[in-house]
Nanobody, 127 residues
Framework: QVQLVESGGDSVQAGASLRLSCATSGYIYHTYRMGWFRQAPGKEREAVAAIYTSYGGKEYDDSVKGRFTISQDRIKNTLYLLMNNLKPEDTAMYYC????????????????????WGQGTQVTVSS
């Protein structure tokens, strides 16, 4: 079983940094990849970043590339998203998700590829 518990969202000023955490159960052995998605009001949920659990390969959306870093702590079974130089357009509910590999080669950008989702943590960035 995989359970995800997110934390770290906050209300901050533009230019600030935040680190989101996603505590997981069993992802080291049972997940293929982990992802971070976000959804702003009035917009569709979009992929932010992903990490392939077994070997650490990473993907980033162009909107966050160079500012955000996805990482994992294999000992603590925790996924992180370090967000630097936050911008107002980063304001969204952020979700972590786990892909158990059941979707085959589905795109990391496709939410349908991820079977388990956290509850979401709100990030609000003010100018």
């Amino acid at each position: 079983q995989v359970q995800l518990v997110e934390s770290g969202g906050d209300s901050v000023q533009a230019g600030a940094s935040l680190r989101l955490s996603c505590a997981t159960s069993g992802y080291i052995y049972h997940t293929y990849r982990m992802g971070w998605f976000r959804q702003a009001p009035g917009k569709e949920r979009e992929a932010v970043a992903a990490i392939y659990t077994s070997y650490g390969g990473k993907e980033y959306d162009d909107s966050v590339k160079g500012r955000f870093t996805i990482s994992q702590d294999r000992i603590k079974n925790t996924l992180y998203l370090l967000m630097n130089n936050l911008k107002p357009e980063d304001t969204a509910m952020y979700y972590c998700a786990a892909d158990l590999g059941t979707s085959g080669s589905g795109s990391w950008r496709s939410e349908g590829a991820f079977a388990y989702w956290g509850q979401g943590t709100q990030v609000t960035v003010s100018s």
